[in-house]
């Protein structure tokens, strides 16, 4: 069984290549999808997965796959991929690490004859920030089935629909719907990304073995009180809908720094006041807030306890206070024998723990389908989408390594087992 090696020379120049494939009049590296400049990058990248030998096409959803047989006819493809589009003033590693990853294994599995058991997909998945169209992993959402016609009927600011946009860039979308997959169709997805956060760096590890995604819930809180003359309205006979909400943005952070089963964060990143005059009492503060958990179990504690808190700060302060839930997304926790495969191809090769990913990623939709593995590599400074981003290539070249001898691993392991069809439940382990 051969060894990957590190190539820090070859991924420097993919990296160095497509970062001058973004928007020059954008700050940063900016590559947003269906424009241009991605439209110049996944030339590149369709290039390069042909001439390492994939058999390439753009599926309905418009993603970039690309394609390498396997020995056995029966078995379920194996997934490696991630994303080249950026946020505006991106940077050069976020996604664009992990398609080269792909593509990098795939030189190295053809320069040691190694045939893989299970066929490979290498995958650039179409607009895995978040969009224009308000929503975020498009392409990934689309290869498991997971774009509603209310999604693709979305619009951009220009009144371009989603549907459009994906057939600009090569999809069908009347076609997503028949070609998504589904449990059994894959063995396994394997991402490559930088950690886009200072954990790693902090602990001297140069991998990091994914636990799972967080689940994120957001909420919209409306505090009712009453707007009056600062000057002639006594402190007592006041309902100060700012210092209610300050009451309850200081109780979210108490909440979120209690202890859990597992780690949690909130934050409140928007709040609004009215009317917003320097001389008026005021009467309606709307503040959003989103909680990050491993844990479903942990967002009820959490908010058994801000509702309490809620409860008692509307009846301290004589304010009407409401909540509506905004949006939803459950934590997708990696199984227990991914991890033990991956911290296996790891562990030779560095210094390496284990961690959760606080932001989102494509795995989070693969993973309604298959069982998902993820290894991060060092954000210098735990920065990330802005220019300053950066991994230093030799880090990156040893992600790849890990990510290729990971998937070394489970394509025997895979085969030996023939646990190909084996449906994904939601495991013990959360
Ligand atoms: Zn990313």
Partial sequence: MGMFEQNKEG?????????????????????????????????????EMENCGLDVHIDAASNLVGRREGTNPDLSPIMIGSHTDSVVGGGRFDGVIGVVAGIEIVRQLNEQNIQLA????????????????GI???????MVGDLTEEDLGRKDADGCTLREALEFAGGRPEKIEREALKAGDL????????EQGPVLEQNEKVLGVVTGIVGIQRYEVIVEGQ???????????????????????????????????????GTVGRLSVKPNGPNIVPGRVVFEFEIRSLDKDVFVQMMERFEKEMERIQQQRGVSITTNQLSHSDPVVVEEEVLTGIEKSCQPLGATMFLPSGAGHDGMQIAEVAPVGMIFVPSQDGKSHCPEEWTDYGQVAKGIQALGNTLLHFDQELSSK?????????????
């Fill in 11 to 47: 991924i420097k120049q993919d990296i160095l290549t497509l970062s001058t494939m973004v928007d020059k009049a954008a700050p940063g590296y900016t590559r947003r999808p269906f424009t241009k400049w991605y439209a110049e990058s996944r030339e590149w990248l369709k290039k």
């Fill in 118 to 133: 299970h066929p490979l997909l290498v995958v650039d998945f179409t607009a895995e920030e978040a969009s224009e169209f």
């Fill in 136 to 142: 975020s992993t498009i392409g990934s959402r689309g």
């Fill in 187 to 194: 063995s396994l997805y394997l991402e490559l990304h930088i």
């Fill in 227 to 265: 707007a009056n003359h600062a000057g002639t309205t006594p402190m007592n006979m006041r309902y100060d809908a700012l210092t209610a909400a300050a009451a309850l943005v200081l109780k979210l952070e108490e909440i979120s720094n209690l202890s859990y089963a597992e780690q949690v964060v």
């Fill in 418 to 430: 023939r646990r190909t069809g084996r449906r994904k439940e939601p495991s013990g382990l959360s």
